[in-house]
């Protein structure tokens, strides 16, 4: 058996075993698995620690609306202005019948994160395998085992959008806004996500930051957006009253366009290098 289905076999069970267990017991041995250490709930310092946190204790019901994906586009659209979001080409709650949405295109469920379906020409038109994938994932509850309460307060949907990448193949960046209380600190920017996975950081001011999370650290150097400075306006206009809140945005010919809000990055669960870091976000949130 290959590493990776052995891993999966191994992995479904224990998240079944993890989603039955009490909310505090669950994260504290998923915290466990992930980083090596126990996270203290009662004096929580780091960054990873206080996500955990947020998810046992803050009930703000305005946090499911921000990481609806349809939901969100309203906020945005109100607060930002209808320029700042990807058009909604459809949305509902099964496929409809008639499917002629232009190619290329984006199907997704608004309740996940991570769960897209590229269609970029006639023959990814695959309808039996599209309808499997999203029946599977209109059916199960976004990680019950990480405990993300706001994803499981959504009314679920599909959800249609334009592909926005270059050529109808590539994959736009997208510019990850860090607001901890109504500032950007940092800029999260992956790349190669599709082939080996890297990330690095920016300060508000577009210096490269000396620290990786999750994936390793990439060296080479991304062009600052040209527009950053209103990328930055608009994720702080966005998270006024909230302690963090992850805002991001792709740069689509010279305009910026928001992509999704984020409460809980990779968890909260991602590993610093060096740890330094984890206890640096920790005291900004």
Same mark, same amino acid.
């Given at each position: ?43 929580? *310092?780091?960054? $990873? +620690?206080?996500?955990?946190?947020? @998810? /046992?204790?803050?009930?703000?019901? !305005?946090?499911?609306?921000?990481v609806d994906k349809v939901r969100a586009k309203d906020i945005v659209a109100s607060t930002l202005g209808p320029d700042w979001i990807i058009p909604t080409l459809w949305h509902g709650e099964t496929l409809p019948n008639v499917r002629d949405w232009p190619l290329p ?60 990448? *270059?050529?109808? $193949? +590539?994959?736009?960046?997208?510019? @990850? /806004?860090?607001?901890?209380?109504? !500032? ?102």
């Amino acid at each position: 058996m290959m590493i990776p289905e052995l891993k999966t076999l191994i992995s479904a069970p224990y998240k079944a075993a993890l989603s039955l267990l009490p909310d505090k017991l669950a994260l504290s041995l998923e915290y466990f698995r992930c980083l090596g250490r126990f996270p203290d709930f009662r004096h929580p *310092r780091r960054f $990873t +620690e206080k996500c955990q946190v947020r @998810k /046992l204790r803050d009930r703000d019901p !305005r946090l499911p609306l921000l990481v609806d994906k349809v939901r969100a586009k309203d906020i945005v659209a109100s607060t930002l202005g209808p320029d700042w979001i990807i058009p909604t080409l459809w949305h509902g709650e099964t496929l409809p019948n008639v499917r002629d949405w232009p190619l290329p295109y984006v199907i997704k469920v608004n309740h996940y994160s991570g769960g897209n379906i590229f269609v970029r020409s006639k023959e990814e038109e695959d309808w039996p395998s599209i309808e499997l994938k999203l029946k599977r994932w209109m059916s199960t509850r976004y990680n019950p085992h990480t405990r993300e309460w706001p994803y499981h307060s959504i009314t679920r949907q599909i959800l249609v959008e334009p592909f926005i990448g *270059r050529l109808s $193949t +590539e994959l736009p960046i997208d510019f @990850k /806004l860090f607001v901890f209380r109504g !500032r950007v600190e940092y800029i999260e920017v992956d790349t190669d996500r599709a082939t080996n996975h890297k990330r690095s950081f920016y300060n508000r001011e577009w210096v490269k930051q000396p620290f990786a999370m999750q994936y390793p650290f990439d060296h080479r150097e991304v062009p600052r957006p040209a527009t950053l400075n209103q990328m930055i306006t608009a994720a702080e206009r966005l998270s006024q009253g909230m302690s963090f809140l992850r805002v991001d945005f792709y740069e689509l010919q010279g305009r910026p366009l928001f992509g999704e809000m984020t409460l809980f990055p990779d968890s909260g669960l991602g590993r610093f290098e060096p740890e330094l870091y984890d206890l640096v976000f920790g005291d900004l949130m």
